[in-house]
């Protein structure tokens, strides 16, 4: 009983975000501020209308030339020419309702095109607005599959909505009350009895096959995303010689996947026949009835091909209706699951108020910040300091003492549990972000380049930027020479993530980048610890060069590359254990001192 309780729940469930998708769906359909789209909309159903009338009234040309062929030998001349005509006419019909529902198509293919746009922008909007915690736990891979899935769902549901279900049902109205006038009500109750047993065992078996559908979408964004976490991380494949060990995990995702797609594909098959067989059971029937009154000479034989045209014109809807409804419940499932996304809310969001960062001098001011990115487990613990205006004050402390934390407070990646973060004064929860993220510049441990050339890396930092300003930018960093000594320059591409280029190479690219950029405040993140302690010396210069006249803070490992700092924060435990410039941090013998000596006694070791 509770397996189907929980059966139960689980279609109501479906159905509650069915009607919540749809909901979603219909504003692209009629928008409130472009009278185009319902202009659109109104002479598309205007065709479909034109399009099920002739439709419907085709038959009857088909019946009139087949009575006028099968008269007595005795007849006329002028009655052949008739059946010549009326099958014609039958012709033409039959081209103007193809005619039509191409010109439907065509009205309103550029509204399901402008609606797949929107709600793919909206989409791709939105997650960049999604938090640093989300995207953290979220895997990319499947979130690709779900967007795909999603907006391809769109197009298709608005189309089907609009022109499937609704006209279906008008077309087999019209056809049952031709059917209950021109021949007899019995017609009718055949034909009516056999629709309800086919639309109830259509939607019953299709609800089923939904959720084998479900499982077999959610195997597939697994295994999709194994295969792109392990392209993504084919170099540590390769350290660990693991290449079969991967293989065997997107084996076993596949495993699970084709199991999920043989049971979807039996399915179908037993709804194919389930559904043949009861359109053919009311076809055979009705057709004894009107070979029956034919034999009777109740009917004529043009009745008996009439009433077989409309039973075969019921019978292409209905086994259309079932693929339909099969799509617009997946297309419902695939698009719930987008809609859950855009439904999930942004962690940080500006306040309706919020004004722009307005930077004087961009002095940065930690005051008594408390943070954890779990509540059970807190990072910062009452962290108060300030950076005054054009100063480079330098962070440094033991892994997990909350130095890179700081770093994605300013940049409000997360907002602070308790206390203040401000700039000139301004708490940047009062902020917008794209203002707060224009005043700041950084320069990652790890600097992640787009696919693109270099050019195009650079000039990231300011879109605006002329060449020459891009070029400027690329000779303080110090990159100039080496890009226009490569065969394509400046248009070279640089692979994912950057990975044609070494470390020193991508990092100076870097510095171009946030030198572009010319923010007041820059945050240099352990710029340089990924590199050899050759490279490191020379970017540091450049480094120091680009703090000039900024306010800078730098968060370090190596000690080495923060000795010419205005002041260092040591933190220890999520609370500031000294602070003070190099040479007297070291005469005080504390922590600072202690950490040096030890790094110093490494390197001399090495």
């Known amino acids: 009983m509770a397996d189907q309780s929980e059966i139960a729940n689980a279609a109501q469930d479906a159905r509650k975000s069915g009607w919540r998708t749809i909901r979603r769906v219909v504003p692209y359909l009629w928008p409130k501020d472009q009278a185009w789209v319902k202009y659109r909309v109104v002479w598309a159903l205007l065709a479909l209308f034109i399009a099920k009338l002739v439709a419907v009234g085709t038959p009857f040309f088909y019946k009139a030339a087949v009575d006028a062929l099968t008269q007595e030998a005795s007849a006329t001349f002028l009655m052949a020419v008739g059946a010549v005509g009326l099958t014609i006419a039958y012709g033409v019909a039959r081209l103007m309702t193809v005619g039509f529902q191409q010109l439907r198509d065509v009205i309103f293919a550029k509204v399901g095109q402008r609606a797949l746009r929107a709600l793919a922008l909206e989409t791709f909007q939105h997650i960049h607005r999604l938090s640093m915690r989300y995207h953290i736990t979220r895997k990319t891979g499947g979130l690709s599959r779900i967007i795909e899935r999603g907006v391809k769902g769109v197009e298709f549901l608005l189309r089907f909505l609009l022109f499937s279900i609704g006209p ?359 710029a340089t610890s990924a590199l050899d302690t050759e490279t490191e010396a020379e970017i540091q210069h450049e480094l120091r060069e680009m703090g000039e006249g900024r306010t800078v803070i730098t968060i370090a490992h190596r000690l080495s590359t923060i000795v010419h700092a205005d002041r260092i924060v040591v933190l220890q435990d999520g609370k500031i254990a000294e602070e003070g410039d190099h040479d007297s941090l070291l005469t005080r013998e504390g922590r600072y001192a202690a950490l040096w000596h030890r790094q110093m006694a490494e390197e001399e070791a090495a």
């Open 168 to 526: 279906l049902i008008l077309e087999l109205l019209m056809i049952a009350v031709i059917l209950a006038v021109v021949f007899d009500i019995w017609y009718l109750v055949v034909v009516v009895v056999t629709i309800g047993i086919y639309i109830w065992f259509t939607f019953k078996v299709t609800e089923w096959r939904v959720q084998i559908r479900k499982e077999m979408n959610d195997q597939d964004t697994d295994a999709n995303q194994k295969a792109i976490d392990s392209l993504l991380n084919f170099e540590t494949v390769k350290y660990f010689g693991a290449e079969a060990r991967e293989a065997d995990r997107y084996d076993g995702a596949m495993a699970l996947y084709e199991n999920a797609a043989l049971r979807t594909s039996y399915s179908l098959a037993f709804l194919n026949f389930g559904q043949s067989f009861l359109i053919t059971s009311g076809l055979v029937i009705v057709m004894v009835m009107a070979a029956i009154g034919v034999q009777q000479d109740v009917l004529t034989v043009g009745d008996f091909v009439m009433v077989n045209a409309y039973m075969i014109q019921i019978t292409m809807p209905l086994n259309f209706l079932g693929t339909v409804y099969r799509e617009i419940r997946q297309s419902l499932v695939d698009m719930g699951e987008m809609f859950d996304l855009l439904d999930q809310p942004p962690e940080v969001a500006d306040k309706p108020d919020a004004a722009a960062l307005i930077v004087n001098g961009g002095e940065v001011e930690l005051r008594d910040l408390h943070f954890g990115y779990e509540p059970e487990r807190p990072i910062l613990k009452g962290v108060s300091l300030t950076v005054p205006a054009g100063q480079t004050v330098a962070i440094v402390g033991p892994s997990g003492s909350g130095k890179s934390t700081i770093g994605r407070l300013l940049f409000r990646f997360y907002d602070v549990n308790d206390g203040a973060f401000l700039i000139d004064g301004q708490d940047i929860r009062d902020v917008t972000q794209v203002s707060l993220h224009s005043q700041i510049g950084v320069v990652p441990q790890d600097t992640v380049l787009f696919n693109d050339t270099i050019f195009y890396n650079i000039a990231y930092g300011n879109p605006e930027a002329t060449r020459a300003e891009i070029e400027a930018a690329a000779k303080a960093a110090k990159i100039h020479d080496f890009i226009v000594s490569l065969p394509d320059a400046y248009q070279t591409t640089v692979g994912e993530r950057g990975l044609k280029l070494s470390g020193g190479e991508k990092q100076r690219v870097g510095i171009a980048r946030t030198l572009l950029k010319n923010p007041p405040i820059l945050l240099l993140d352990e």
